[in-house]
Structures are given as C-alpha cells and as structure tokens.
C-alpha cells in the first residue's frame, strides 16, 4: 500500500503550489484533490468550508495519506485550526494537516524594507484576519494590508485571466490596496490562483515592488517540516507517483488542470459528501 502526500484545494490554484512541491521533493508520492464541485470556497461560510474541508482530509486519509497540505488559503484560514485542534485527535494522532498561510506569514516580513506588506485574497481569506493574525505574531513591526479581489478567481476558472477583460478588475483591485498606503512595496498573492496573474499585476505596480507567490515558500516549509519530522518522512513512500481527482467532471479538469501545473494532468473522479451529485 502506498502512503503517499496528499495535495488539497477547492479548485485548480493549490496545483500552482504542488508544482513547487513536486519540483523540490519529486521522490515522494502524491494524490492531489480538487473540491471542484463544491467551488469556489472563498464566499462561504467559515462552518462550510470547515466541513467540505474535514470531509475531504478524511478522505486524504482513507486513502492512506499521513500528510495532507491544504494548499488553499481559504481552507488553511478557516478550517485547518479547528481540524488540528478538533479533528486530528479523533482521526489519528499520527496523522498531520498542514496549511500554507503559517510557513507564509513566517518569512514574508523579510521580503520587505519599508515594512509594509500587501495582501491580495478571496473575501474568505481577508475577512478571516489570518494573514495579519500569523504576521503580527512574527513581525510586529510589519504593517499589513489587505483587499480581497473577488472577480480574479472566476476569469482565472474560466480561463479568461490572458485576454484584456480581467485587467479592468485587476488595475482597480490594486489602486485600491494602494490607496490604503502608498509605501507597500511587498505584494503577496494569497490565493494559489493568482499566481497565473503576475505578468498582468507587474503592469500595475511600480517596478520595485516585490509580487510574491506562495509556491516555493511552502514547498521549502515542507522540506524543513519532513526533515525535522523524520518518522513522518520515512512512513512517506517514494515512487515519484502523482495521482489525481476530482470532485466534477474529470475531462473538464483534466483541461484546466494542465495550465496549472504545467504538463499534461489525467484525473479520476470522487464523489465527496452529500452536496456532490
């Protein structure tokens, strides 16, 4: 049996993440999971996504995952406290549910000089308050912004995000987190499908700030957080596989799923709970 890494997001952007992941550490196996059908996340309700979130960790580990990354900033902000506090106990200590606005918030202080750091998110993501929770506990120094771009998502989904609608949206978004303070100068991407919009947002920001993305940051979070684990690592198997599924339609996922991870993607379908038909 294997017992490989499992991968979670509400849609396609945790792929921008576990291709990271898979570039740094390709020896381990993985399963990555798409809620597509229940997607997006972002506009629902913290008990929502707390419950699609467990149900699908519950299914990481029926399928013998030890590890589970939710590569999903609105699950990491809404669900992933209560699952390690709550949850793990019940379902197996040895099990881990890591997120990634933690690994984040723990260096993202150091990518900025006048200590003014931007946050772009979902509305999920910015009304939790986690981003500035987490950095505040390690820069107390720094002071965050936040705006929530809800339209970014769905041009991205729809694979609208290349052409020149979502610019509007894009140039007004940011000329409103720049209107909260002129001196940031670090701008973080803190949802995993933004990613396929930095070209666009650099024509919108000044030349020296820094755009973010959260890909590599987790991937090295992982790396450390294995090699200071090292009886979780070991019980990881190593046969580069890399599986993935899909709570809609495969076919339609398997298409945008190969712009995000960057090579062709086949998918299986799962169904998840009572809301997929």
Known sequence: MTHPIGIFDSGYGGLTVFRSIADLLPQYDYIYLGDNGRAPY????????????????????????????????????????????????????????????????????????????????????????????????FYPDVEVYQH???????FIENNEYQGSGIDFYIQKDLNELFEQSAGIDTLLLACTHYPLLEEKIKKFVPPEVK???????????????????????????????????????????????TRFFGEPVKAGFVQIGNECT
């Open 211 to 257: 755009i973010i993305s959260q890909g590599k940051i987790v991937a090295d979070s992982l790396k450390n957080y294995l090699d200071r684990h090292p009886e979780l690592e070991q019980s990881i198997t190593r046969s580069g596989n890399r599986t993935f599924y899909t709570t809609d339609d495969n076919i339609d996922f398997e298409e945008h799923a």
């Open 42 to 137: 972002g506009n629902r309700s913290f008990e929502t996504v707390y419950r699609y979130t467990l149900q699908c960790v519950e299914w990481f580990f029926e399928k013998g995952c030890p590890l589970v990354i939710l590569a999903c900033n609105t699950a990491s902000a809404k669900a992933l406290r209560t699952i390690q506090q709550k949850d793990l106990p019940r379902l197996g200590g040895a099990k881990r549910v890591l997120g990634v606005i933690r690994p984040t918030a723990e260096v993202i202080g150091n990518y900025s000089l006048t200590k003014k750091v931007g946050i772009l998110g979902t509305r999920g993501t910015v009304n939790s308050q986690s981003y500035l929770k987490e950095i505040e506990h």
């Open 148 to 154: 929530a771009c809800p339209l970014w998502v769905p």
